[in-house]
C-alpha cells in the first residue's frame, strides 16, 4: 500500500524559510516522478515543483529562484526547501507520486506565511 506523509509546515513571517519533507512508502518512490502542489482556500490545486527519477526539476514561475525540491531515494523522501516565502504562499502543500499511469497523494500540510 502506497502511503506519503508529508511534515515541516507551520506559520513562518514574510521572508522566512521552512523545509518539507514527504516520506513514502509502499516501494514505488525510486520509480517515480514526485511533486509538490498547493491548495489556497477556494482556489483550485497547483503544481508547485516536481523532480523526475533521473533528478530533472520543473517549478511553477511563481516559486522560481525561491523555492528547491529534491529527492533522497535512500530514504525514500523528497523536500521543498522553500526560501523567501511570501503570504501568497500560503495554502496546503499536498506530496504527489506518479508512477504507473497511477497518482498518488499525501494528506497536506499547512504553510501559512505572515506578513
Known amino acids: 500500500q502506497v502511503q506519503l506523509v508529508e511534515s515541516g509546515g507551520g506559520l513562518v513571517q514574510a521572508g522566512g524559510s521552512l523545509r518539507l519533507s514527504c516520506a513514502a512508502s509502499?516501494?514505488?518512490?525510486?520509480?517515480?516522478?514526485m511533486g509538490w502542489y498547493r491548495q489556497a482556500p477556494g482556489k483550485q490545486r497547483n503544481l508547485v515543483a516536481t523532480?523526475?527519477?533521473?533528478?530533472?526539476?520543473n517549478y511553477a514561475d511563481s516559486v522560481k529562484g525561491r523555492f528547491t525540491i529534491s529527492r533522497d531515494n535512500a530514504k525514500n523522501t523528497v523536500y521543498l526547501q522553500m526560501n523567501s516565502l511570501k503570504p501568497e504562499d500560503t495554502a496546503v502543500y499536498y506530496c504527489?507520486?506518479?508512477?504507473?499511469?497511477?497518482?498518488?497523494w499525501g494528506q497536506g500540510t499547512q504553510v501559512t506565511v505572515s506578513s
Open positions: 523532480i523526475t527519477t533521473g533528478g530533472t526539476t
Open positions: 509502499g516501494g514505488i518512490f525510486s520509480r517515480s516522478t
Open positions: 504527489n507520486a506518479y508512477w504507473g499511469f497511477v497518482t498518488y
